[in-house]
């Protein structure tokens, strides 16, 4: 084989491993960007459905470059909008819930109060005696309404932050051992007996009197309801560290674990046939524990066997 010949097939053979070469290189290269092709119009896929419904389930990332960190981005937005979404429900769901318990409690006593007053109207009512009763009847329901109508005043100014402290340092020993002296009368027509113990005469917080004295008396008055007839009602407070303890104890109907927290939840009624024959708007506690978590403490319940107790924690103050 001459020189010339050994060139051109040597030629031929180099030009057609080139042509493979590049053909190859053609092919995969065409293979990857389909492949990104298709990742790309997956993903927009997902971000307009995420557009159309707020959100969807994550994107699959596929190895460790730009398009994995885009998904990757895809995927904290989408979760995100879920989260909002869901929360927004929940917020929506305990509104409509709020709106339905205030009409009915706003209602029951508007219903008892036209059908008196409709009574006294024409006249249907022969005895002074009689007369007299249903005045009486009508008075006090429109007391519940009144007190049942600020209530719902108070708390939304709570919820919505329209409320200030004017704080002081205060003895928070006195203080308690004063509201319980001024709701002694109304323990003793349940024939329940007053407990209060103090680690000290001496205990301070940084407090608004007035906010803490309304913390105080809607415990108090929730206690009252809801504790059996000749029990104990037991009041102590203790210095934790930084902190004082302040607990109420009473006797009455064991509360579930799962509803302890729910307790504290606007309009909440743990045993809603029973509970809508006692008086009372279900926003005691509500407005009790927002109010304590405005001062910077907690405010929880505890329940075992029949025995329930409230605990409020404060930060406690050296005092003067």
Known sequence: ???KKFARIYNTVSLGFIIVVIVTCILVILSIVNEWV???NYMILKLRRISEIQYVDDLDINGDDEFSELASSINVMSNKLKDNYEREKKIEKEKNDFIVAVSHDLRTPLTSI???????KNEKIQSYEKTSEYIDITYRKAIDLKNLIEELFEYTKIENDYVSLEKV????AILVNQILGEQMLFFKEK???????????EIYCEIDIKKMVRIIENIINNVQKYSSPNTSFKVYIKEKEANVLISFENIGEHIKKDDLELIFEKMYRIDKSRSSQREGSGLGLAIARKLVEIHNGRLWAECEGN???FNILLPKTKGK
Do not use: A, R, V
Request: overall charge negative; glycine content about 6%.
């Open 38 to 40: 298709q990742y790309l």
């Open 114 to 120: 036209i059908g008196y007053l409709d009574l006294l």
């Open 191 to 201: 024939n329940i007996n007053i407990e209060f113990e103090s680690e000290s005469n």
């Open 1 to 3: 084989m001459g020189p």
């Open 307 to 309: 025995t329930i107790k």
């Open 169 to 172: 340092e205060f003895n928070i």
